[in-house]
């Protein structure tokens, strides 16, 4: 099982959507909707209630080896006392994006405690990137603060007190306690919003008995157009619409994707991460069966029509007021934004 990132706040997770019920989903989903995920998520807690920092340019320690952009770096004991205040400094400034808030950022990282110099978690040797959103309960306070403004391809550093970090109970898991203040170093190599798309060739079309799929990419919903008067097929579909040129998507990969959702017998949408104007991040191994073998095998960037039977979605137990009857065949659209 892959180690989840100690950045995240606890309990530790990235927000997944929910299958069903009446509340809201954790991405911000409206009552009812459906998503692919086969249980909710856990709702994460409220952040800490102190106001924003001041952000000051130092002091930090000096990176002394790894200097590069996308090398694990090694980073000095911090000298003296570390600043109450958010110490941020751009080490490398890249020429991407700028970083807002509830941005989804993709980002090799590092963490030390100040005074020791001791690594409590990096992304580096594990070799997969982190993908989390900048926004209250999914990640300490100080990431937030610190990232907001900087551009994507920029190396950051910076230093976060006890107040914006994990507060006076620490965290006992990474061996921080609630006095440490903490240095991190963040290579940020892409990031994402409720506009992004997904970005490669697009693939035509083969088979006219499947439904067709739009190919804009500048963030609005592609719409789905299911044939008129033809059987859905009865095994799972899962092509290309526009290929990317990422890395494949594993099985046990968290994939952050946009998607829109239609039934095959009346083409009406039943749930849409662009319509709730929020992407969605979850673990294939959290997902209907046809979403995970739909899914797993394709490429980082790429637009992907699945149509899934009712034997690898719902099948007689859909969603409660999710508007998806029992044995329903569902298609998606499907874009796959990142994975981890």
């Not at 952040?47 to 090398?71: D, H, M, N, Q, R």
């Not at 594993?250 to 083409?267: C, F, P, R």
Request: hydrophobic share 35%; charged share 20%.
């Amino acid at each position: 099982m892959r180690r989840r990132s100690l950045l995240l706040t606890v309990p530790a997770g990235l927000v997944t959507l929910a299958a069903c019920g009446n509340d809201k989903s954790a991405s911000g989903g409206e009552s009812g909707s459906a998503s692919p995920t086969q249980s909710p998520s856990p709702s994460a807690p409220a952040t800490s209630a102190a106001p924003p920092p001041k952000i000051v340019s130092g002091p930090l320690p000096a990176i002394t080896a790894g200097t590069k952009f996308g090398e694990k770096p090694t980073v000095a004991k911090g000298g003296g006392q570390p600043s109450k205040d958010l110490a941020v400094k751009t080490v490398i400034a890249g020429g991407g994006r700028t970083l807002a808030e509830n941005d989804y950022v993709q980002a090799h990282y590092l963490g030390q405690v100040w005074d020791t110099a001791k690594v409590f978690d990096n992304s580096y040797d594990r070799g997969t990137p982190l993908i989390i959103q900048l926004a209250q309960g999914t990640i300490i306070d100080g990431w937030r603060y610190a990232l907001a403004g900087r551009k994507v391809g920029s190396r950051v550093e910076f230093s976060v007190p006890p107040t914006w970090g994990y507060g006076s109970q620490g965290n006992a898991q990474a061996g921080i306690k609630g006095t440490d203040t903490l240095v991190f170093v963040v290579d940020v190599q892409d990031a994402f919003n409720a506009k992004s798309s997904a970005r490669g060739k697009v693939v035509q079309k083969k088979t006219p008995d499947l439904p067709t799929v739009g190919t804009e990419t500048k963030g609005d919903a592609p719409g789905i157009t299911v044939p008129p008067h033809t059987a859905a097929p009865k095994k799972l579909v899962a092509e290309y619409v526009i290929e990317g040129d990422g890395p494949a998507v594993k099985a046990d990969n968290t994939v952050l994707v946009q998607y829109q959702g239609v039934l095959w017998d009346t083409g009406k949408e039943f749930d849409s991460t662009y319509k709730r104007k929020a992407l969605t991040s979850f673990s294939l191994q959290q997902v209907v069966k046809g979403w995970a073998q739909g899914l797993t095998g394709k490429k980082v960037g790429s637009r992907v029509l699945i149509v899934v039977p009712p034997s690898e979605g719902y099948g007689d137990n859909p969603p409660p007021n999710s508007g998806i009857k029992k044995d329903s065949t569902l298609v998606f659209s499907v874009d796959i934004l990142a994975a981890m």
